[in-house]
């Protein structure tokens, strides 16, 4: 029997991702990730998911729910990205015990 994956083999489930977004929220506010002008447009295609004001509304024209659906499309992918680039970043900071491109001062 095989299983249909949504990720390649190797990469972390949904489960590591969602857990990791509080982390990456954190590590972006004290600045050691540079997610914060992507954090900040995800926050903004949320906003816009569940705003009652719609670039084409949803009551005047039924595609108006295409819009919609283009947001939600992009900030899954958005949001799976950036977990996934996140937990590389970690990884790779737990291996090296640093931070990459960070200047250490003696």
Known sequence: ?????????????IGRRLAALPRLVKA??????DAGARLLLMAGAMLYIVSPLDAIPDV??????IDDAFVVTWLTGALLGETERFLEWERGR????????QIVKP
């Open 94 to 101: 737990k291996q090296t015990g640093s931070i990459p491109g």
């Open 28 to 33: 972006s506010m004290r600045g050691d990730y």
């Open 60 to 65: 005047f024209l039924p595609v108006g729910l």
């Open 1 to 13: 029997m095989s299983l249909v994956r949504a990720f390649k083999p190797g990469t972390p489930g």
